[in-house]
């Protein structure tokens, strides 16, 4: 398998979370052989670990999901230079400091989103612009529609360091998110990567 191949298979298991080698091989399309090697070599490099099932029947069901390694393979735009920032501004400032920085971090990404969501009129074009925004920004966004409303996935945190820091972070893009959808519209988070989910999810929908 291709480099190419290897990275499909990291972000395969990153979206959609642990799968067996079967369905690995079902998604990219390639044989179960072809895959079981690959995860091989990513459980040497130790970017993957595996947890087998008991079934009813037959052989335990071996599930592969990404290590804390693998995980690290995406971008987390700089951590160590964003933790390093956040604990002089603290230090410097104190924690109204903290709070302001955050506050207009919210400011320049709400004239930002805005202006793309504002493009839009019905709310599932809304929620795709929003998701596209995110995912240039690192957050491999992406949208499915439930029942009347949409949810907004984000499969990977591109800020995860300096969120897990200061969660005002992730207060913040709530805030934002329900500031550019405007009026009328309820955005709840279902899911939350610091709460222990593998990634965070907002359920999107009008209120009327």
């Known amino acids: 398998m291709s480099d190419r191949t290897r990275t499909r298979l990291l972000n395969a298991l990153k979206v959609s979370g642990p799968q067996t080698a079967a369905e690995l091989a079902k998604t990219l399309e390639v044989t179960s052989v072809a895959v079981r090697q690959q995860l091989d070599g990513l459980l040497e490099d130790k970017l993957v670990v595996f947890e087998d099932l008991k079934g009813t029947v037959g052989r335990p069901k071996r599930n592969w999901s990404l290590s804390e390694q693998g995980h690290g393979q995406f971008p987390d735009n700089h951590a160590a230079l964003i933790l390093g920032l956040l604990n002089g501004v603290t ?7 903290l709070d302001k ?11 930002l989103y805005s202006e793309a969501v504002s493009a839009n009129d019905d709310l599932g074009g809304k929620v795709a612009a929003l998701a596209a925004l995110r995912s240039r920004e690192g957050y491999m966004a992406e949208v499915e529609a439930d029942d009347d409303g949409f949810l907004l996935i984000e499969n990977h945190c591109s800020i995860c360091a ?14 934002l998110f329900k500031a550019v959808l405007g009026g ?3 955005v709840e ?5 610091l709460s222990g989910d593998r990634r965070c999810v907002y359920r999107i929908a009008n209120t009327s």
């Not at 300096?162 to 805030?175: I, K, N, V, Y």
């Not at 988070?189 to 990567?193: A, D, F, I, K």
């Open 184 to 186: 009328g519209v309820a």
């Open 162 to 175: 300096a969120a897990t820091a200061c969660q005002g972070f992730c207060r913040s893009e709530l805030s």
């Open 91 to 97: 230090d410097l400032y104190g924690k109204d400091g």
């Open 101 to 111: 920085l955050i506050a207009r971090r919210e400011e320049q990404s709400r004239q």
């Open 189 to 193: 988070r279902q899911e939350h990567l």
